[in-house]
């Protein structure tokens, strides 16, 4: 494996730009930009924030690109759609050289090159390994990683003060106990439901993981086998939404679309919800007034802790029939130092992984320019504690992220809701599935176990 | 049915016959082989306590008198380590003062007099020591007071209140081994969200003037040079708390850089202070000192630690509740919903048990305590990568979920209350208590009975994996808004290090304890003699100590339960 370049440091530029001031302009090339121009493709998650993805295209691509003399392609893809195209791709073994999934790829870990070096190099710079990157992209199977994670994007309690503050409560629902009972005296006085998300989409699925992780249920045991109904945990989560939804909910939490939720907050159709702070960001840029009544608070304190999961985790994983392998390597090394303007772009959407490229997150948080109050944003200054990486307490693995794409857990809290299954009977509904899923990727283990030389 | 095999199904006589040599873990050391020598003696203890004890009980001048202004004084030959300096530094626990309390985000509006009007620890339904229960429970004799007037509190640390506590209530450290080592003072009782200060400003250099504290919920006067207004923050010179978050600005001394270690007590809901958050300094930097504010807020914080009240289910009647009353006796908590074996009950029950008090009385065991997610003692390898820390990659080091350590953020030493109980009557046969094997038994073996006839639970491993596991156990929170009228949270704070002086002489031990007046766990009370009177947990003291400190204990309680009732003020 090559020895990758670093960006070109300040040192040789001033040494550079001494000889160029001596000798002429002529001579006043990057390294990097000497050669044939190379091409770079990248799928990439649309994000929530549409700034953040105008700023990566038109600027930080294209300046990447000029500096390494490479033609970079950047396709969005709607996230509902990241994991069919993800599929299609490694199907065919033609497609892009980096793929930004908002998720842990680990079902594609098979397809993906080991990132190993890249976070050799990135530590160079930024220090070792971050734990939720860790957690994210390493296979203890393979020993390698399959991506690499750059950022994360918290997912905080949402509410609205005013109404909260009706039920006694100003200062919002702090335990899962809270925000059924709140919850369920805000719509008996004010006709408003709690808008958790519960639908197949990507809020739902981290909402109702979150849900089942924080009551302590949980989709794989310490060997991988599945667990779902191994206690009672998850009979009482499946129990506990069902209540939630009847008492202080709507049945729309189980049917809306991408996003429904957010709308249905900024509607101020519903009182409270989970979500990436693109909703107050929404709210903020629509009727900053109705903005200043939007609170957040950390996750919701269930008997497994405040804990909850990320509602994305940017994790970009180069092919293994990349054809710009080298490239895309550089360009996720070289990603890392966007971290700062990439946290700004994206309205403080995304922290930075690597805490070193953004020292002074709380500061930033504390100091908001666009929150009433500036300090708004300060309740996440914690973050990164109350945060498990998707697949907690253990890695992300290719089962467990295969139960979340195919949304096993949505279905289950779904089909108590609406009474076509008891908690019990969905539970193991819902445990057989897994099992299927994991019986899956032991034989695929297996398989590959057998086919190396 | 269940049956107790555990150690805490033992008689009074049992605190001198296995006394000490049940595991006790000190926050300093385990001495072992100690306890193994005094186990093979002990079986002759109990005569030998009894005839020293009744001794001392005719010797002992008034050992315990309690008196203002003093904590304390000669105990006899377990006392000695008191008038040694390098031997007695601990304090013992005082309340803290009220610039305190509102600095650090609580009120101590005296409004309201129901759990839900109340507005503030000097209300009524919040009973602060110092203002209300200094006679009653805890208490358990007439002669004993829970708090005297020490004017000793304030000059040993200004941020304290010159209300000393003498009712240390016990408690197992529910995330370790459950070992019967933690000791706390329950001050006051937080009902609903308005305790937390919603708006508040206050002058920063508390320990020049600290009645310069002012908002809607203080008498004092206001001493910013102009009211500041979100979203407008303040240049210097206030600290202010505004819906449920803070802000706060140094004078320009400290917000230059310059350390001021007076400047203890802007933790908690003031906001950062550092020389990052003023500009001066470089951007990421942290605080200054000590309770240099972080501006969390207070609910996030203390959300991060749960004491967990074990209330009797079994009502006067004798019958077994399997659910609470409130807000809790709900369908999520309905036993059958949590194991489909336990009987159908309607919802809400009119059968439940009460949670609107959690005075000794109402309990069915001790307290647990868990600092949760992050050990106190760093025990759990905890890294901080908020602040910067990073793992290896061979997974060396773990990630815990809590940003907070108690002694560190939670000035007040507050807990969320986490109420727990139990699913089914232990008197009727069903799957948590049938056979060897099943949840109530497997416990009961290891810790034996409580009050109401089922387990004793002293830490999260039996509660969660092996009882809320199997439905056979439940925990929740009381409503936020008060409706409960119990205690949502607690201003109790755990006396660091209840060694070297830390239990004052004058103090008593609150436990649990059975209809006879013996105690449910003798373990927390020969410990709480051993600090008494040794300045040490009994783990580090010879058989003969800990022998004396029994004797001296045992006395002591003989005194005070035959001594005339307490005058109040």
Redesign the interface.
Known sequence: MPRMKRRFPRRDFIKLAATAAAVGPFFNFSPRALGNPKTLKIAKWAHFVPEYDVWFESEWVKQWGETNNTKVIVDNIPVEKVHAEAVAEVATGNGHDIFMFPWPPAEFHRHAIDHADI?QNISMKY??????S?KST?SPKTKTHFAVADFWIPSPVHYY?DFWAQ?????G???Y??L???GK?VREKLGLPCGLSFAPTLEGNITANTLLYAL?GQLLDTDGNAAINK???A??AL??VK?LNQ?AGTPDEFTWGSSGNVQAMLARKTTCTTNAISLLRAAEKQNPELATRI?L??PL?G?Y???GFPQATNCSSVWKFAENQDGAKQFLVDLIDGSRTGFEKSLSCNFPT???AL?????RL??DPQA?????Y??L????????NLGAPWFASPAWMEVFNAFVIPRMFANVAHGNLT??DAAAEAQKEVTAIVEKWKQIELSATKSQP | MITGGGPNNVSYNDLFAFGYAGGFQSHVARRKDTVMKTQRKSASLFLQMFVVAALLFMAAPRLLAQSSGSSSGSSGSGGNFRNNPATNFNPPPCDFQDFFYNNVGISTSSQGNTP?TAQGVDSVPAQRFGLFRQTGPPAIFPSQVNWVVDNNCTTRDTVRKNIRILATTAGYVDDGNGSPTDFISIIAFLT???F?E?SFTSNPDLTSNPNLNTGPNTPFPFNCSVIPV??T?PDAGCVVI????S?VTLPATEAAGAANANAVGFGLNA??NGP??TGVGP??TSGLGVGSG????M??IV??FEAYPALKQRLPNGTFAVIPCG??N???N?PN????GLPVIPIPSPVCFPVNSIATPSLRQDWRFAT??NAIDGSDNN???????????D?SQI??????GYFCDDLLGMW?NTYFWFTQDPGVSGPCNTGPNSPYQTVAAVEGLNLDGTPIVKTANEL?NIL????CA??????????DGGAVWLICPAIADPTNGGISLDAFIDQVRRPSGLPLDPRFTINFFCLQFFGQFCSNLTPSQVNSAQSQGAAASSAAASAPAASTN
Do not use: C
Request: proline share 10%; glycine share 10%.
């Open positions: 976070y220090g070792s390994i971050p734990q939720i860790y390493f003060q039920a006694g409560m100003p200062l629902p702090v335990a106990d809270g059924y009972s709140g005296k302590r206690n009672f945990f009979a009482h129990n506990y209540n008492d609170k608070q950390p304190l008997s802790g405040v804990t690597y805490p070193k020292p002074n997150l709380v500061v504390d100091k009433n109050p500036p300090y708004k300060y309740a200054k914690d973050a990164l504690h109350w945060t498990p908690p019990l | 839900v609903n969200q308005s937390f919603t979100p979203p923050l505004t819906n449920g978050n802000q906001r950062n990052g958050n951007e990421g972080q501006g969390d807020d609910q996030d959300s991060n807000s809790l709900n369908a999520n309905a919903a949590l194991n489909p949760n997610r890294v901080v990568t908020a602040s910067g820390g990073s793992f290896p990659s997974g990630a815990h979920n809590a940003p907070y969320i969660n809320e596991a199997t439905g439940q925990e929740g929170k009381i409503d936020f808004s008060g409706n």
